[in-house]
């Protein structure tokens, strides 16, 4: 198109129309975001039930009391309290298994993006392809395979590798934290996958030229080019593990294995076995 056509057609849209193509994107956001946290902050800044301890919202603002919230950062903050242990549990399984995940995602995403090419689809494809069905029955898959008589211990023991079957599933951190790896290295692979599809082979074949080496290449040119990638995998996959209650109930479930997810979940079982006891009551 002519630049003074184009001029031409942008000084006769309305300011407006540029705008509105955010409305649908804004009115999803205060729909499905704004209102219920709206809510969740009625909820930490109501009231408590003195007979059956069960949170009370307050949708009023100007009735809200910070009380409840002051205590549980209280709680947090108490050295030694199940909150404060639960909790940097949480960040330490999160943080070994989003590292996991990198490791183990990063060469998985290079090698479709750089050594695929006509194939790409059908790499991709093949590798989330396992991940279509249920994360439950993904989970449930591995409760059997980690069982006492389990092919895991099976294969261990014929190996030599432990002398007797290990109870994977009773208690161990690292069931959790391969558990947490297992499930979510798929939104690893995808971000970083897009970001390494994206940079110029140009670059890399400059880079070559002057005298680098390919794993210089690599760590001074890839990498960096990546960081965005992996900034938004990294997010991605930690931002849900910090929730995850499923994975732990299932693969561990010992209150030493317990992560934040679980606290959430059980306080909320509580109050409504709370509130239904006084339902019945009433």
């Known amino acids: 198109m002519v630049p003074e056509a184009r001029s031409a057609r942008a000084n006769w849209l309305p300011r ?19 209102l219920p946290f709206y809510v969740i902050c009625s909820v930490a800044f109501g009231t408590i039930d ?5 949170a009370e919202p307050v949708y009023d603002p100007r ?5 409840s919230f002051r205590g549980v950062l209280q709680d947090l903050g108490t050295s030694g309290s199940i909150q404060q242990q639960t909790l940097l549990r949480t960040a330490a399984y999160v943080a070994i298994a989003t590292a996991i995940c990198l490791v183990i995602g990063y060469p998985v995403a290079y090698f479709i993006a750089r050594h695929t090419r006509r194939s790409k689809a059908f790499f991709l494809v093949a590798f989330i392809a396992p991940f279509w069905i249920s994360y439950m029955m993904r ?16 294969i261990l023991v014929g190996l030599g590798i432990l002398d007797a079957p290990r109870l ?3 208690g161990e951190p690292s069931t959790v934290v391969l558990g947490l790896a297992y499930g979510y290295i ?10 390494l599809d994206r940079i110029d082979t140009s670059l890399l074949e400059a880079s070559q030229d002057m005298g680098a080496s390919r794993l210089r290449t690599f760590l001074r040119v890839t990498v960096p ?11 991605i996959v930690a931002l849900p593990m910090f929730g995850d209650y499923f994975t ?5 479930s010992t209150r030493q294995t317990a992560m934040f997810g679980n606290l959430i979940v059980g306080s909320i079982e509580s109050s409504l076995v709370n509130t239904g006891r006084r339902s019945s009551s009433s």
Not at 50 to 54: C, E, I, S, Y
Not at 139 to 154: D, H, K, P, S, T
Request: aromatic share 20%; proline share 7%.
């Open 50 to 54: 003195p007979l059956f301890l069960t």
């Open 248 to 252: 732990q109930t299932l693969l561990s």
């Open 168 to 170: 994977w599933l009773v």
């Open 16 to 34: 407006w129309f540029w705008p509105s193509f955010a409305f649908p994107a804004t009115c999803w956001l205060l729909l499905l975001f704004l």
């Open 186 to 195: 798929p939104f690893m692979i995808l971000p970083l996958f897009g970001t």
């Open 139 to 154: 989970m449930f898959a591995w409760v059997n395979l980690l069982q006492e008589n389990g092919y895991i211990n099976r």
């Open 225 to 235: 080019l990546s960081k965005q990638g992996i900034l938004a995998g990294c997010i």
């Open 63 to 67: 009735r809200w009391s910070t009380a």
